[in-house]
């Protein structure tokens, strides 16, 4: 009879200590050999100890099975700091379910990743103006809207947006952003003083001039120019500070014939930063940029001052010519384009005292003259192209110094160092528009070592190869 307790006590321990059939018993988790259930919870191997072993797609840990199943609520997604909501269509956690849920860093709610982002459109924003520059949503507070159909009667406000004249003369130091819907204003805007503003016209095309005189510093997004549309600046007086104009996504389209020859945008002197933008000339005696300045001892003034032009990533089609430097003005142009300037017109031209650099760009037919004498720009890692020419000609004449270039047809090697001298760059189909560099280009990993330049003018990174190509373009 002792015998028989014994063995029924026995038994039952080693049934206390079993696990269910098929699953692993433990004592420690470095006894749990299967990778899938690698966790040990009162003696037998699971999948999960608590939602910390799980993960966004499976986030939940079942108490009654120890594993992994999706979520019910946001509060099963407590263990991942950045998707703190329940997705209840796929049990997954995931950032946001709506754009109000997003941080103002990163406003809008992706539709396919369910995860906050930067906005990339006016549209993704409820005040309808994106800041792409920063990906943020500008706030309707500081909106001024107007309306191509918009009058002086109408509020200004998104749902009543109003006459564009009025929009610009109800901004000040809180509402300091106009937004232009989509469609054409032929109404000329006159600006004075030192207010900054902030256009955002994606859409919206000018045909006639918005001029600044005075101090202030305008920036223009993604707005388009057309026919005698286009910009002009001068400060309030001479010597006075100077106005600026900061362009982005900004396009001209200039078939004017004004009397004094359709300029896209004419400087007196200003600042001008043009990133993006794209300028296409076609008026008789037309220029995208007219930059000129003050001269020392002529009306009033008491030292030369000149436009500072600098230029990124832009696209210059046609002029006569299509930057005219003058009075001391001072152009930096990176990653860009010139072409189809007029015959018997340089793309670039410059009087005596203009001086500059070009760096990364291509730049095609008579690409520029800036007078002989002496040295006063500086060209790097950039193609001067003319395919017009006898073969006979120089691309290039006046007072400049290359390095790290490429010229042809050239015959007079010029100043500077390291250049390729009257060999074909090997663009693609330039009579066609296309100027990116093909296979065997002597432009590709050709460009100065010690370059920093980050971008092409596409966007695409830099280098792309062993070292940074000649040209506006990334071989790739």
């Known amino acids: 009879m002792r015998w028989s307790i014994v063995v029924a006590v026995g038994l039952f321990a080693a049934c206390a200590n079993s696990s269910k059939s098929g699953e692993q018993s433990c004592s420690t988790a470095d006894q749990c050999t299967d990778a899938t259930k690698p966790y040990c919870v009162m003696g037998t191997c699971v999948a999960c100890d608590g939602p910390s072993a799980c993960t966004p797609e499976l986030p939940r840990c079942a108490p009654e099975t120890q594993s992994c ?118 109404t000329t805007i006159a600006l004075t003083g030192s207010q900054p503003i902030t256009v955002y016209g994606a859409g919206a095309t000018m045909t006639s001039t918005l001029a600044i005189t005075g101090s202030a510093t305008i920036k223009i997004r993604d707005l388009s120019f057309l026919g005698d549309g286009g910009l002009y600046c001068v400060p309030a007086s001479v010597g006075a500070p100077m106005p600026t104009f900061d362009l982005d996504r900004v396009s001209f389209d200039t078939t004017g014939t004004t009397s004094s020859g359709p300029f896209a945008i004419q400087a007196n002197p200003c600042t001008l930063d043009i990133k993006r933008s794209k300028f296409k000339i076609t008026g008789s005696g037309g220029e995208a940029i007219y930059a000129s300045g003050e001269l020392a001892n002529s009306n009033g003034a008491t030292a030369n001052r000149g436009t500072a032009v600098s230029v990124d990533r832009s696209w210059f089609e046609g002029g006569e010519p299509a930057i005219s430097l003058g009075n001391s003005s001072v152009l930096h142009m990176t990653n860009s384009l010139t072409f189809g300037s007029t015959p018997m017109y340089a793309a670039i031209g410059s009087d005596p005292s203009g001086t500059g650099t070009i760096d990364f760009s291509t730049l095609l037919d008579w690409s520029w003259y800036s007078g002989n004498g002496p040295v006063r720009f500086v060209v790097t890692n950039s193609i001067f192209y003319n395919p017009r020419i006898l073969t006979t000609a120089n691309t290039f004449t006046g007072g400049a110094e290359f390095h790290y270039s490429l010229l042809f047809p050239q015959h007079t090697g010029p100043l500077g160092t390291n250049n390729m001298v009257g060999i074909d760059p090997m663009l693609a189909d330039p009579a066609n528009q296309d100027f990116h560099l093909v296979t065997g280009s002597p432009a590709i990993d050709a460009g100065d070592p010690g370059a920093t330049a980050p971008l092409d003018y596409e966007g695409t990174v830099r280098p792309q190869g062993a070292r940074r190509d000649i040209g506006a373009f990334e071989y790739r």
Do not use: W
């Not at 006459?163 to 109800?170: D, E, N, Q, S």
């Open 69 to 186: 199943v999706t979520c019910t609520a946001d509060p099963d997604c407590s263990a991942y700091p950045a998707m703190t909501h329940c997705n209840s269509a796929t049990g997954a956690c995931v950032g946001c379910l709506a754009s109000s849920q997003c941080a103002a860093d990163a406003p809008v709610c992706d539709a396919m990743t369910k995860m906050c982002r930067a906005c990339t459109a006016d549209t993704e924003c409820d005040s309808g103006v994106c800041d792409l520059a920063g990906g943020t949503c500008v706030t309707e507070s500081s909106v001024v809207y107007a309306s191509p159909s918009g009058t002086q009667n109408n509020a200004c406000t998104k749902l009543d947006a109003c006459a564009l004249g009025k929009a610009f003369m109800l901004v000040g130091a809180t509402k300091n952003i106009v937004k232009m819907a989509s469609g054409t204003y032929p």
